[in-house]
């Protein structure tokens, strides 16, 4: 089951899913009522340091590289929660994370490197039920 990745204010679909807010900041002026994710886990988006970083808040912005691999350092202190979302594929439940609608570019977000963060994950989990399967034994 692949996972997708939208901005929150995309079309919803019927193939979306669980439907994940993965932004550090709720989108602003928006009633709970137009609100279209299932639940919003700010912890899987930058820190608020990094947010501001990307942005020039606190000076220069930095460019995708760094952004890449600090998200990624970070999201080291979120492997219950990835590893949760990876069951939660393996089950079978399609699962759409949702960022900012001002993020155009999927390419360059952090939505792309949590898919892939929870790929990686599931990778695991099916390696693992490889290692436990009984070996095969060959008729005749």
Same mark, same amino acid.
Not at 39 to 42: C, F, T, Y
Not at 78 to 85: M, R, V, Y
């Given at each position: 089951m692949p996972i997708k !990745?939208?901005? +929150?204010d995309d079309p919803i679909e019927a193939?979306?899913? =669980?439907?994940l807010l993965i932004c550090r900041y709720? /989108? %602003?002026?928006?009633?709970?009522?137009k609100e279209t994710w299932d639940? +919003? +886990? /700010?912890h899987l988006g930058p820190s608020r340091e990094l947010h501001a970083? =990307?942005?020039?808040? !606190?000076g220069q912005p930095i460019g995708w590289t760094e952004y890449r691999q600090r998200y990624l350092d970070e999201m080291k202190t979120?492997?219950?929660? $990835?590893? $949760?979302?990876a069951e939660t594929v393996n089950e079978g439940k399609p699962? !759409?994370?949702l960022c900012s609608s001002a993020c155009t570019d999927a390419r360059h977000c952090h939505r792309t490197l949590l %898919?892939?963060?929870i790929e990686q994950q599931l990778a695991l989990i099916a390696a693992a039920k490889v290692a436990e399967a009984p070996p095969q034994t060959i008729p005749g």
């Open positions: !990745t939208k901005r +929150w193939d979306d899913g =669980f439907r709720r /989108p %602003r002026a928006l009633s709970k009522k639940l +919003w +886990w /700010p970083a =990307f942005y020039g808040k !606190t979120q492997e219950e929660s $990835i590893a $949760i979302l699962l !759409t994370l %898919r892939e963060l």
